[in-house]
């Protein structure tokens, strides 16, 4: 029997998988460990493929949180940036300032500042605003949203005494009214219910009621819509975007301070968004934990350019906003480019979007798609640019609404090759 390679030999033969050399050192002891020499090579693939890489959304779902919610359009040159540095007065600035003053004008606030997420915008609202007064919430808005995120353990986080007012499915502004009188109330919060809807008997409290109260109004709308009316888009806003709380309408309601996701409807990157009047984004931002939560260069710089888009009313620029709004005509233009190019294995159907990121529950968005016979997602996942499809029973749908078009001829490649 041939002994074994020594580990450095057999490391150095996986040079193709790309890996850095100590994971390539990794996978060859492990694989003469295990006695699968031969095996070293698929090993080290599969290794690499749990590094990030580009991957073609074929879900239909606009935001899918396992593909890094809104895809977003951003390059950048190894630089230096002025993140700290005033240019014209030479002294140290601050990283906010820009940027939060784009998202500012954006959605007609005094002051913004930017944290990581909008969990984290939460908790540095929460943890730097109450002082020693108790914050009340809705019990229908006790909301948690994926991967964790429940209001009352964040506000345990943060300090704040949460006082519960009303009923699950009913709460009035008297609940907010009697909990200021009588329970040391100083802050009323509303949660946007962005991934579950209360119907039937139900009463809410809207945050133009909150806005009557003697406390500030605190508001977490969560998707970061960033104005109902869309003036971005050349036509009318969609009509499934119906009822969605946006930020600018949010403070023209009478919010005191909104907080919102950057990777939701808004379709920038992973951040979050605290808009409001300057005394309370003071307050916010000269907390400690403003920086523990503050974001890089990098995502202040892809923000600026989404913002920037939304200010040039240029939402065909914003990919979230391109593809929400591509029309059926052009998707079953392109479904069927695709079909005639793989050929007859391939079928173009009606499809269902969904914007997804647990927003807008329930919203379908018209589209159209490719269908195949079979179970073909793992070799599509398997390709070098993996595509992610959708499985409807024994038949393999890519839907066409949530591709770049750029990226039609590796669905043509990518099908061909299964
Ligand atoms: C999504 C969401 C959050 C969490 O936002 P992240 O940016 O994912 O941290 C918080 N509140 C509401 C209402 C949300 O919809």
């Excluded at 993140?83 to 140290?92: N, P």
């Excluded at 009188?181 to 919060?189: I, M, N, S, Y």
């Excluded at 709004?325 to 079953?332: A, F, G, I, N, Q």
Aim: proline share 5%.
């Amino acid at each position: 029997m041939a002994r074994p390679p020594s580990v450095d030999q057999l490391a150095r033969s996986l040079a193709d998988s790309g890996l850095p050399h100590p994971l390539r050192v990794e996978v060859a002891r492990q694989a003469i460990a295990d006695g699968e020499v031969e095996r070293a090579g698929e090993l080290a693939r599969e290794r690499a493929r749990r590094l990030l890489v580009p991957v073609i959304n074929a879900t239909g779902v606009l935001l899918h949180t396992n593909l890094g919610r809104a895809s977003i359009a951003h390059h950048q040159d190894a630089s230096f940036l002025n993140l700290e540095l005033d240019l014209s007065t030479g002294k140290r600035g601050s990283r906010q300032a820009a940027v939060g003053e784009l998202a500012a004008t954006a959605v007609g606030a005094e002051a913004a500042i930017v944290v990581n997420n909008c969990a984290g915008a939460v908790l540095l609202a929460l943890a730097a605003l109450p002082g020693d007064r108790a914050v009340a919430v809705s019990r229908g808005e006790l909301v948690e949203i994926g991967g964790g995120f429940r209001v009352p353990d964040v506000m345990a986080q943060s300090g704040a005494r949460l006082v519960e007012v009303g009923t699950t499915n009913r709460t009035r502004l008297a609940d907010f009214q009697r909990a200021i009188d009588t329970q040391g109330v100083g802050l009323a919060l509303h949660v946007h219910q962005s991934n579950y809807r209360i119907v039937g008997f139900t009463e809410a409290v809207s945050i133009r009621e909150l806005a009557t109260l003697d406390v500030p109004v605190l508001a977490d709308i969560g998707s970061g819509l960033l104005d109902a009316a869309c003036p971005w888009l050349e036509g009318p806003p969609p009509s499934w975007l119906a009822g969605e709380p946006a930020a600018k309408q949010s403070l023209v309601d009478g919010a005191d301070l909104i907080m919102f996701s950057g990777d939701k409807l808004m379709g920038g990157p992973q951040c979050g968004i605290l808009a409001g009047s300057r005394a309370l984004i003071d307050a916010c931002a000269s907390h400690p934990l403003a920086r523990a939560l503050r974001p890089g260069g990098l995502v202040l710089a892809a923000l600026q350019n989404t913002l920037g888009h939304y200010l040039r009313r240029e939402g065909s620029e914003i990919p979230f906003w391109r593809q929400a709004t591509e029309t059926t005509d052009s998707l079953r233009q392109r479904a069927e480019r695709v079909a005639d190019a793989v050929g007859d294995r391939t079928q173009v159907i009606e499809t269902k979007s969904v914007p997804g990121g647990g927003t807008l529950p329930g919203v379908e968005i018209p589209s159209v798609g490719i269908s195949v016979m079979g179970d073909l997602s793992d070799e599509l996942r398997a390709l070098d640019r993996p595509i992610i499809a959708r499985l409807d029973q024994a038949r393999t749908i890519l839907d066409l609404r949530t591709v770049d078009p750029a990226d039609d001829d590796l669905l043509v490649t990518g099908l061909a090759s299964t």
